[in-house]
Nanobody, 114 residues
Framework: VQLQASGGGLVQAGGSLRLSCKASGITFSTRTMAWYRQAPGEQRDLVAEITSDGRSSYADSVKGRFTISRDNVKRTVNLQMDSLKPEDTAVYYC?????????WGQGTQVTVSS
């Protein structure tokens, strides 16, 4: 099982970034996929998730600014991040549950400058 994330970078406050995560080794279309983030010295927190049938949910801190989507043909889950704030700075991880454990991608750094 492999989750390969990409799309992070440095952006000014108010800007946008789009993260992508490509999955292999799993039956992607049947899995709930999620993005978490972890800032330095902080715990890893849920940002957004999307179910196999496309229902999405978001942390209160990103509602109205972030949009999660999935493409079952390309086996990717995306996170469109708009109106970014300095407090969104973190390493972002895509993840899913498989029988017995949670699988994590390698993480991608998002830095928002003020």
């Amino acid at each position: 099982v492999q989750l390969q994330a990409s799309g992070g970078g440095l952006v000014q406050a108010g800007g946008s970034l789009r993260l992508s995560c490509k999955a292999s080794g799993i039956t992607f279309s049947t899995r709930t996929m999620a993005w978490y983030r972890q800032a330095p010295g902080e715990q890893r927190d849920l940002v957004a998730e999307i179910t196999s049938d496309g229902r999405s949910s978001y942390a209160d801190s990103v509602k109205g600014r972030f949009t999660i989507s999935r493409d079952n043909v390309k086996r990717t889950v995306n996170l469109q991040m708009d109106s970014l704030k300095p407090e969104d700075t973190a390493v972002y991880y895509c993840t899913t549950l498989i029988p017995g454990r949670r699988v994590w991608g390698q993480g991608t750094q998002v830095t928002v400058s003020s």
